[in-house]
């Protein structure tokens, strides 16, 4: 296809509760759509970086410049494009992962809209709907806690992920764990919080029977994890460190990972990110979708890849009213822990256009 232009927009969407991490806390969520616009269709794409460079070195402001002066304008150059010739293209241009993930996503979008494939069956996916987790944010207090695990396991979610940091770790995941009894499917993400040094208290976690702990030290320290899983039983899970296929493939093979966090707008797409897929189930490794509390574009796409074989753990695939209370898509929502996997050509929704403009902070047009 040609594309004729791309339409950045920021939006910016209250959350239902302030949701605390170990590197934030957050009361909004600021993101950046992509509109692109071709001859025969256009097609709809998320970005997932956050407003400040906290969980990731880019942010908003970031992608929407690297986009505007040098991704978009790179394909000025393609008489023709398709999905997989994007990060081809923008491979020149060194990291900014998440920019590329969220035009390649818009692309493929529109491409997929064209030839009314939809995305879950251009990826792969096996299933039609898929069972789903939820990221539970740090709490001024253990009652709290269990009052927030109590109303998400209530609506249905099969699966409970606790934000850690040091001060919030052992204690809450021992309340949880009595309180819920041993079934409750639980992991801890510490957004690499800790370091090697802390090895000792992290075994403290060992007895409570933890699905994963997901990216206790920084994002660059593989060989530090490949230590720290050796001195710990709960099995180690990255998110942060991994941003390619070759990453993954990397980390795996050094022992700083048994389990992966699969998040398509962190590694550069959703072709990326079922490269990453391809190469786990290689190595047997289980893998799961993130998630960067994605409006109802971002959820629908996960969706999809959460679909794909590999993925046999649950994801952090809430429902749209995990976050917000209007979402700018049709919400997605809970059914029996699962939600459905879209049908539509490629994502199979679209923004409601009242909604998105009521939301919308900036535009920007590009053309090509
Ligand atoms: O580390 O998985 C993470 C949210 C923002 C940034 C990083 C992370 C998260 C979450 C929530 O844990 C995921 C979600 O439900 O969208
Ligand atoms: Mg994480």
Redesign the pocket.
């Known amino acids: 296809m040609k594309l004729t232009g791309v339409e950045l927009r920021q939006i910016r969407l209250p959350l239902v509760a302030p949701?605390r991490?170990s590197?934030a806390t957050?009361t909004e969520r600021t993101a950046l759509l992509l509109r692109a616009v071709g001859t025969e269709s256009e097609g709809w794409g998320e970005c997932?970086a956050?407003a400040e460079p906290r969980?990731?070195s880019e942010y908003v402001a970031s992608c929407a410049d690297v986009l505007s002066r040098h991704l978009i304008p790179e394909l000025a150059r393609y008489e023709s494009l398709d999905a997989t010739t994007v990060a081809p293209a923008l491979e020149p241009f060194r990291g900014h992962r998440m920019a590329k993930a969220a035009l390649e996503m818009a692309v493929l979008d529109a491409e997929l809209r064209a030839s009314g494939v939809p995305l879950a069956r251009e990826l792969g996916a096996v299933r039609d709907r898929v069972p789903c987790?939820?990221?539970v944010?740090i709490m001024d207090s253990v009652p709290e806690l269990l009052e927030a695990v109590a109303g998400y396991l209530d609506d249905g979610y099969v699966r409970i992920?606790l934000?850690i940091e040091p001060g919030w770790d052992i204690e809450p995941v021992r309340a949880v764990r009595q309180h819920f009894g041993d079934d409750l499917l639980l992991q801890v993400?510490a957004?690499a919080a800790y370091t090697l040094a802390d090895a000792r208290h992290l075994a403290g976690l060992d007895p409570f029977g933890l699905l994963l702990i997901?990216?206790p030290l920084e994002e660059e320290d593989i060989l530090g994890h490949a230590q720290l899983a050796k001195l710990i039983s709960t099995p180690v899970c990255l998110?942060?460190s991994i941003t390619s296929a070759r990453a993954a493939a990397a980390a795996i093979t050094l022992g700083a990972c048994s389990i992966v966090?699969i998040?398509p707008g962190r590694v550069g797409g959703y072709l990326e990110a079922r490269r990453i897929h391809d190469v786990c189930v290689a190595h047997g490794v289980p893998v799961w979708c993130?998630?960067?509390?994605?409006t109802g574009i971002g959820?629908a796409a996960n969706l999809a890849l959460a679909a794909l074989p590999g993925f046999t753990l649950p994801g952090?695939?809430?429902a749209s009213d995990?976050?917000y209370r209007t979402d700018i898509t049709d919400p997605f929502v809970l059914s029996d822990g699962h939600l459905p996997v879209p049908t539509g050509p490629g994502l199979g929704i679209e923004p409601l256009p009242e909604v998105l403009d009521e939301f919308t902070v900036t535009t920007e047009w590009i053309a090509l």
């Open positions: 949701f991490t590197f957050q997932v956050m969980y990731s987790g939820v990221s944010g992920k934000k993400d957004n997901e990216q998110d942060e966090n998040k993130g998630g960067m509390l994605e959820r952090d695939t809430s995990r976050f």
